[in-house]
């Protein structure tokens, strides 16, 4: 069992930057693959942003391509989510999700955490 629990989430100007942290609770955080998703009021869930076990592979959604970056710290079990010129279409709440494999649908990934809100005024 993975416990996933996000932080960093907040109100900002359009333009500007947060970084989201999520803190997973197993001694086997090296071997799972990472994820960012996001959702919107009366929208479906949406792939950001992924990263292998070992950090060396990473992908992200067109929407957010050149302005997110997705990052890891296996020694403190750790993935991060920094996110520069925020858009009020960023506006979500951004969900970390583990799997056991690098994909963008959210149906492979087995464990998430409770969320944290971005919102982005314009």
């Known amino acids: 069992q993975v416990q996933l629990v996000e932080s960093g989430g907040g109100l900002v100007q359009a333009g500007g930057s947060l970084r989201l942290s999520c803190a997973a609770s197993?001694?086997?955080?090296?071997?799972?693959?990472m994820a960012w998703f996001r959702q919107a009021p009366g929208s479906e869930r949406e792939f950001v942003a992924a990263?292998?076990?070992?950090?060396?592979?990473?992908y992200y959604a067109d929407s957010v391509k050149g302005r997110f970056t997705i990052s890891r710290d296996n020694a403190k079990n750790l993935v991060y989510l920094q996110m520069n010129s925020l858009k009020p279409e960023d506006t979500a709440v951004y969900y970390c999700?583990?799997?056991?494999?690098?994909?963008?649908?959210?149906?492979?990934?087995?464990?998430w955490g409770q969320g944290t809100q971005v919102t982005v005024s314009s």
């Open positions: 197993t001694r086997t955080f090296s071997t799972y693959a």
């Open positions: 990263i292998s076990w070992s950090g060396g592979s990473t």
């Open positions: 999700a583990a799997g056991s494999v690098v994909v963008k649908s959210p149906r492979e990934y087995a464990y």
